[in-house]
């Protein structure tokens, strides 16, 4: 950031428009990763108008291409397809393949929530041509073509996308497995076969839990905190340990029923951007924390859950909602680094997650009715220093898998929290 206000200083100086120029996209690049998206569109839209200004055909193309991607995550369809139309032309006549390529896919992305299966496919398929000319087999449009797919209700079709997706990104294959699970929901007992193939064979990967598994919550005595937020009067405070945490000042929670955490597009939990909208109080020791879930009011993406926080570079997060209505899962950052730990399928509006900690461990379950637990999966999670734990909601919002604007983000509801040690 330092070095980005110093090379706009100079530029500015110097009045050297490449130079400011490069200085706004690299900010844009940074406030992008930071959740910040309001801010990432105007450093980008004023580094495209100095490149243009000056001719450098190269880096307006980038512009678009970023300028594209950017307003599809903020649910701003129309500026969308004006910036990736103008993003497609500009890259055909760019000698970088892998930009062109990138390009094909930010243009699939968008008519895939569009809902234009014809034109998704061809930029899908372009996407994925280009990047084979660069020896690359990225995961991503396979995963966004079996979405397209799934829409359209060519189960066959979806299946045969996440599958091999799931094959070659182990960063993506949470996704894709949950892409895989959902296309043979009409058939459930194909999932697990499936599941047990893939396991038994010579290339397995060893990270993670791909499917729920029967498990028995463990048992902890003492309530140390409970929260009816149906009982609780409309307005009321959680008390003095909880602390609401608003990175950005732009989301909210309310209580009327149910609590109600709403996060605009954009906040999210991951490498940079810690900005996800989230209520926590202070725990010690072993514990476990239930919250009950529900779906998000009018119809809107419904992302969110319990966290475990220590700090930026240590959280644990169990969530309904992330790659699909009926996905849950369990992932998180551990020593600086992103990792899931497991995934499943629960088709419940009223979703019971739950958290615990016994020493250095921690897993994530849930329950459609409370009584019938499943495991999502567990890790270490050794930490020196204080931890927090509480409910949260995400804005990160696929659209391919949930199609249309969105522009107010996404919300997660509860009914109770409790906090047992």
Not at 377 to 403: C, K, N, Q, W
């Amino acid at each position: 950031r330092e070095w980005l206000a110093a090379l706009l200083h100079v530029g500015s100086e110097h009045h050297d428009a490449r130079a400011t120029a490069q200085a706004h996209k690299g900010m844009g690049d940074l406030c992008k990763y930071e959740g910040d998206l309001d801010s990432a569109l105007a450093k980008y839209e004023t580094a495209l108008a100095l490149f243009e200004e000056i001719g450098d055909t190269n880096h307006a193309g980038d512009c678009l291409i970023d300028l594209g991607a950017l307003t599809l995550s903020m649910g701003r369809l129309d500026d969308a397809k004006r910036y990736g139309g103008l993003g497609l032309a500009a890259a055909e006549q760019m000698e970088g393949v892998w930009l062109r390529a990138a390009s094909y896919l930010s243009v699939g992305e968008l008519y895939v929530c569009l809902g234009d299966v014809a034109v998704a496919s061809h930029s899908l398929s372009r996407a994925i041509e280009l990047y084979a000319e660069t020896r690359q087999r990225p995961a991503r449009p396979l995963i966004v073509l079996g979405w397209a797919h799934l829409h359209e209700g060519d189960i066959d079709g979806a299946a045969r996308y996440f599958d091999e997706a799931a094959g070659l990104s182990s960063r993506l294959r949470g996704s894709a497995m949950s892409g895989l699970e959902e296309a043979y929901s009409g058939t459930p007992e194909a999932f697990p076969l499936l599941c047990k193939d893939i396991e038994g064979s010579a290339a397995a990967p060893t990270e993670g839990q791909w499917r729920l598994r029967t498990a028995t919550p463990s048992r902890f005595p003492d309530v140390v905190d409970r929260l009816d937020f149906v009982a609780m009067r409309p307005g009321a405070g959680l008390g003095d340990a909880w602390q609401w945490v608003n990175v950005f000042d732009d989301a909210a929670y309310g209580i009327e029923n149910l609590l109600g955490i709403s996060a605009p597009n954009g906040r999210h939990l991951t490498e940079m951007n810690t900005s996800a909208p989230r209520l926590v109080r202070p725990v010690e020791g072993d514990f476990a924390a239930d919250a009950i879930s529900l779906p998000a009011p009018q119809d809107g993406p419904t992302i969110g859950g319990i966290l475990l926080w220590a700090d930026a570079d240590n959280y644990l997060r169990v969530e309904r909602g992330v790659h699909g209505p009926h996905d849950v899962s369990f992932s998180g950052r551990i020593d600086a680094a992103d990792t899931r730990f497991g995934r499943g399928r629960l088709a419940a509006d009223r979703v019971h997650l739950r958290i615990e900690r016994r020493g250095d461990t921690v897993r994530a379950l849930c329950s459609g009715d409370g009584r019938d637990w499943s495991s999502i999966g567990e890790t270490p999670f050794a930490v020196d220093g204080a931890v927090s734990v509480g409910m949260h909601a995400l804005g990160g919002i696929d659209r391919t898998i949930y199609r249309g604007e969105h522009r107010e983000g996404a919300a997660i509801r509860f009914e109770s929290f409790t906090l047992r040690g």
